[in-house]
């Protein structure tokens, strides 16, 4: 969260099974060295944040996500003390034990460079309907500036459709938080409402913007549950029904008929299931639930 307005955080892991005592001075010192660190190198952090800040408000494309880069690391000294596996007394098989009689120092590699592994073309605004309070609220707690529409407004902007993703079997900070989403994008005429909000993302909070709205970044607002109620379908089709209709639509459309041709052609599992094929169908006529994975938050491109 701190790197995306260019800030230095920092994680402290002193919340072992350790006396109490030990966990509060490991923290103070921690604290102290950082202090430290930062007033001796204040002049060339203050630098290479400036620097850093406009080179993000320059840029027209930023990165979602990261992977480690495996053709370059740094070597640390790492301090540590060695261990034996041991019988454990509870359990009777074997277990960790670390000798603080035997301390040791030696070098490790660290792996501490990446390379994006996901990139997006930073639009000139994201527009948000009113009723996403919630994410709305979020861009306020943040210092984010936006504009709020004064009257009804259709404009053309960039669509998405949510096409795949995946969720966690079990809570994560509260949360079933969703991964490797992929959206399928589209340019269209979309009418905004008034009292619908516009952030520009020419802003000291670019970043931040771009990271949330964007549903493919790993924490964007999407992945962590915010937007989960254009999950469900609540429209669907009875199949005795549907069948006339889909062989009137069928008949009515050849494009649509090659289509459907096509995809039994080479897909076994769609040609032997019928009730995939009426689904399909369903989600290719004008019937089928325009709400449903349809990504709320749109993309203004400049130009």
């Given at each position: ?155 053309t902007v960039e669509s998405y459709k949510i096409d795949t993703y995946e969720t966690r079997r079990s809570p994560y900070e509260g949360h079933y938080q ?126």
């Open positions: 969260y701190t790197t995306l307005f260019n800030t230095i955080g920092m994680m402290v892991e002193t919340h072992m099974l350790k006396p109490y005592e030990m966990r509060v001075k490991g923290t103070y010192e921690l604290m102290k060295s950082m202090i430290e660190i930062t007033d001796h190198l204040a002049k060339n952090i203050v630098e290479r944040r400036e620097a850093q800040t406009q080179a993000i408000l320059n840029s027209k494309t930023l990165p979602l996500d990261w992977e480690i880069d495996t053709t370059q690391s740094s070597t640390i000294s790492f301090k540590g003390y060695e261990a034996d596996y041991i019988e454990s007394d509870v359990t009777n098989a074997e277990r960790l034990k670390y000798d603080k009689k035997r301390p040791f120092e030696k070098p490790v590699v660290y792996s501490n460079y990446y390379t994006p592994k996901l990139e997006v073309e930073v639009p000139e605004a994201y527009i948000i309907p009113q009723q996403w309070y919630g994410v709305i609220e979020l861009m306020k707690l943040n210092a984010i500036n936006y504009q709020t529409l004064k009257k009804d407004t259709t404009l969703h991964y490797n989403t992929t959206v399928k994008s589209t340019t269209k005429d979309v009418t905004f409402r008034q009292g619908d909000i516009v952030v520009n993302t020419a802003q000291f909070g670019k970043r931040y913007i771009v990271e949330t709205l964007e549903p493919q970044a790993p924490d964007s607002f999407f992945n962590w549950n915010f937007f989960d109620t254009i999950l469900q379908q609540k429209e669907g089709f009875s199949p005795y029904v549907w069948e006339d209709i889909a062989a009137r639509l069928l008949k009515l459309d050849p494009k649509l008929q090659i289509k459907f041709n096509v995809k039994k052609s080479y897909d076994p599992d769609f040609a032997n299931n019928w009730f995939a094929q009426l689904d399909w169908l369903h989600k290719q006529s004008p019937y089928y639930e325009e709400a449903h994975m349809q990504y709320p938050v749109y993309r203004l491109i400049s130009g």
